[in-house]
């Protein structure tokens, strides 16, 4: 080996002149070669040294030449160039440097080595080139791809990225983890075994004594980077230093990247079922597959085998849930469930042949105690009782064309009947085909901008004639409209003409003998409105205030409907939607007969830079000019000439803070028959109040309030940020909750309550969870309420252990945030130095 003085590499004009062992930077230009420059440069050559640098593949750098273009990016390459024909540089720096020319280089002193996105820097370093290993010794630390490595010895092979490393400590970018081994072979750059190895993702504290509070030691452990997994021999998870888990073997993510195997086990507590211990395992099928198999055994009724499959094809997807649970004991019959939820589109490639969807969604369970005695499954599409206890199971076909759409639709619901709380079902549609055709702002006889529409539906209603109390039949219906929309800037008007035509034939004859029925109503109807805005000052703020004053005129002739039997038809809600409508009921069975305007005024508070709305204020009011004959069975004649007033608003002047009322007022009794006031605030992540007053004059009166905050704040904030990730010190405690009070019941009808603590590397969570069995449906024997206590351990990046409660606070808490949610992958650049 020869030093830089006597050697033969060919130096600078500037390195010439330097005599001995050199100061010296290392460029390299692929693998088969490395060049050199003096720097810095001494004293006496600063000029020469200012000149710039050129170099070609293979060549000497150059002071002489025209430097190269460099252009800058706004971002840097995650992944460094690769391929085929792609020879990466290789940059060495160093103290002093001594070697031979196409064999082997020695830096001695603050060495560092640089390879696309590897570094590696030691106190000693020796490149091979012939063989492309490094050998480095003394505070050696590595850098792959954010990946970092400390320890004092290395040999590595750099294209491969195969070697060794003794008694490394190691960082993962992934996920924060670390540990340290006894030792470590690296098997490629994706792929290592640590031995006598442990990890956590708590960050190192001060002081010798410092213990994480949870680690997980084995005798070997191998990394996959490339899977995102881990797999230990002869593991041992301890937290606050008690061993809570042991395993000869055992697998777990270094990311939330899929993986088969046993998925952590989740205990609970129900009133209804008793202890629960599930253990799910997880099979990754295919990127666009996966399943779970989730036996649990259930204390009070033995062992339910419950499994998952979804699929997410290019042009359909779907999800089916399954359960059985062979012999229950407590009502000692088999008890069984199924959910299966899929849709698909497919595009025949051409506008005017249009796409065919297809659609599923189809529930049953095995008896009429189902909803009581397994509340939380959510089956039919919901937590609601009265979901839960109606199962619908609902398939479709729908053509979409360029103007128009046929759809083919069966429907039937399986009714869970309770004796005591009896449910009338909603009619069974088999089958029911719909078609529809539309053209918007098309010429009709020389004019144009008018729109125009068909929509037809012919349907088979069935139920149980001895809850309906009504014959079966089958519907057939034609609804046709054409408007011509005149739009303005200023305003708008639009005047439609609409014909609505049903007709029945029933199965069983009517009161009144007769086995068909028809009915064809026609409808005018004028819809107009104003746009005023004016710039103004509110609190210290600019905003574009607008009056928006609407009227909305509907004429429809009486249709005597008193005879013909009800299948789908209701009153429409009382909102500011519904109140600029033609009809007043939903569904095809009424026909409301109308002689009235409805009129209205809206204000709002836009930003005038962004157009965010800061304010808005609406109040309506439907004038009625004869009495509404058409009502529903039960129902008398509407007299009223005034409806109730309704008022609402929305509030969102700052970020935080929002407000939002409605109000449905009687003028004629001076009361409010309808009334909701909703506010939250929220002035950063992880700090939500919300609260809710809704009041149905004689029929509900309730309060709810729910929340998720640091109740470190009340003693002067003094946990660990959670900002900060998982750093050493205090961690932060929170409440989270929603609490549901009827007023009328005098008591907590649903009830959400828990703490989350988060301990920077891990995170606790206990919730109580109370939901009310008998608020929509009476229950007459058995549980009137359904209690469970969910809790989970959760070691961040590792793993969790208890029965999972975040989809329940998701559910119940508005704007709820998970503590830990990653939603970028982390730069390599992150630990870049």
């Known amino acids: 080996m020869h030093r830089a003085s006597r050697s033969r590499f060919i130096l600078s004009p500037v390195a010439r002149a330097t005599l001995g062992l050199v100061s010296c930077t290392v460029l390299g230009l692929g693998h088969g070669g490395i060049a050199y420059a003096q720097a810095p440069a001494p004293a006496a050559s600063q000029d020469a040294a200012k000149a710039p640098v050129t170099s070609v593949p293979g060549s000497i750098p150059r002071r002489d030449a ?77 850098n792959n791809a954010g ?13 491969t990225f195969e070697g060794f490393f003794t008694r490394p400590d190691y960082r993962f970018l992934q996920n924060n983890g670390y540990g340290v081994a006894s030792r470590v072979d690296f098997l490629d750059d994706k792929r290592l075994v640590a031995y006598d190895a442990n990890f956590t993702t708590c960050q190192r504290g001060e002081g010798p004594s410092w213990m994480p509070a949870w680690i997980f030691n084995a005798s070997r452990i191998s990394f996959d980077k490339e899977a995102d997994v881990g797999e230990a021999s002869g593991g041992v998870m301890r937290f606050m230093n008690v061993p809570i888990l042991a395993a000869p073997t055992f697998s777990f993510p270094l990311s939330d990247k899929r993986k088969s195997g046993l998925l952590p086990p989740t205990l609970g507590i129900d009133s209804v079922n008793g202890t629960s211990v599930n253990i799910p395992y997880y099979f990754d ?162 004019v144009s901008g008018f729109d125009y529409s068909v929509a037809t539906e012919f349907v088979r209603l069935e139920s149980d004639r001895s809850l309906t109390l009504q014959p079966n039949a089958k519907r ?35 009161i009144n003998g007769a086995r068909s029925a028809s009915r ?32 909305f005129y509907v004429n429809t002739p009486f249709r005597n409907q008193a005879a013909l039997p009800n299948y789908d038809s209701g009153l429409n809600a009382f909102n500011f939607a519904t109140l600029f409508t033609e009809n007043e009921f939903v569904g095809n069975d009424r026909i409301s007969d ?35 004959q058409v009502r529903l069975p039960g129902e008398v004649p509407v007299s009223e000439r005034l409806s109730d007033l309704l008022f609402g608003s929305t509030v969102n ?66 946990g660990q940020d959670l900002g900060a990730g998982r750093g ?18 005098k008591k907590l009808v649903d009830m959400v309550l828990g703490v989350e603590y988060d301990g920077c590397c891990w995170i606790g969570r206990v919730v109580l969870e109370r939901t009310q069995l008998g608020t929509i449906a009476r229950v007459g024997s058995g549980s009137s309420s359904s209690t469970r206590i969910l809790f989970q351990l959760e070691f961040v990046g590792f793993s969790r252990i208890g029965n999972n409660p975040l989809k329940t606070l998701k559910a119940n808490i508005p704007r709820y945030q998970y503590l830990r949610e990653q939603s970028t992958t982390p730069s390599r650049f992150t630990n870049y130095d």
């Open 476 to 510: 057939a219906h034609a609804l046709t409209q054409i408007s011509r929309p005149s739009i303005r800037p200023a305003g708008y008007i639009t005047p439609k003409l609409i014909l609505n035509s049903t007709s029945y034939q029933f199965d069983d004859p009517l």
């Open 594 to 628: 109308s002689n009235m305007l409805t009129t209205g005024v809206t204000s709002r508070l836009l930003n005038p830079d962004t157009g965010a709305e800061a304010l808005r204020v609406g109040i309506a009011q439907r004038v009625r000019f004869k009495d509404r």
């Open 66 to 142: 025209v430097p190269g273009q460099l252009k800058s990016t706004p971002m840097l390459a995650e992944q460094p160039p690769d391929g085929p024909g792609i020879e990466l540089p290789t940059f060495i720096f160093g103290d002093t440097l001594s070697g031979r020319p196409e064999l082997e280089t020695v830096i001695d002193g603050n060495a560092e080595l640089r390879r696309g996105g590897s570094s590696i820097r030691a106190d000693w370093l020796q490149y091979d080139q012939p063989s492309d290993v490094v050998k480095a010794r003394g505070n050696v630390r590595v």
């Open 728 to 745: 050493q010190g205090p961690g932060r405690l929170y409440s989270v909750g929603r609490l549901n009070y009827s007023v009328p019941d």
């Open 285 to 446: 099928i295919a990127p666009q597959r996966d399943a779970t198999f989730s036996p649990t055994f259930l204390s009070k009724r033995g062992v339910d085998l419950a499994g998952e499959f979804r699929y997410l094809e290019r042009e359909y997807q779907g999800e089916l849930r399954a359960s059985l649970l062979p012999n229950d004991s407590l009502r000692d019959k088999t008890r069984w469930s199924y959910n299966l939820v899929s849709s698909g589109i497919f595009s025949t490639g051409l506008r005017s042949l249009g796409a065919l969807r297809l659609n599923l969604n189809l529930n049953r369970v095995s008896d009429n105690n189902y909803w009581r005695d397994f509340p939380s499954t959510g089956l039919g599409g919901g937590t609601n009782v009265l979901t839960q206890r109606l199962l619908p199971s609902d398939a479709s076909v729908l053509w979409i064309g360029e103007y128009s759409s046929v759809s083919l639709r069966t429907l039937k619901y399986q009714t869970q009947q309770d004796v005591n709380s009896p449910i009338v079902p909603p009619y069974d549609r088999l089958p029911q085909l719909t078609t529809a055709y539309n053209r918007f702002n098309v010429p009709l006889g020389g």
């Open 653 to 718: 002047l700052t970020p935080a803070w929002s407000l939002e009322t409605t109000v449905q007022y009687n003028p004629k009794t001076n009361i409010s028959e309808r009334s909701t006031v909703g506010g939250r605030y929220s002035p950063s992540n992880y700090r939500v109040v919300s609260a809710a007053y809704r009041r149905q004059r004689n029929v509900s009166e309730q309060y709810e309030v729910g929340w998720q905050w640091p109740i470190n704040d009340l003693w002067g904030d003094k």
């Open 147 to 159: 990946n970092l490595y400390n320890g004092p010895e290395l040999e590595i092979k750099l294209d």
């Open 520 to 551: 064809t109503v026609p409808t005018f109807s004028l819809d107009s409105g104003l746009v005023f805005e004016r710039n103004a000052s509110f609190f210290g703020q600019a905003f574009t205030q607008t009056l928006e004053p609407r009227a």
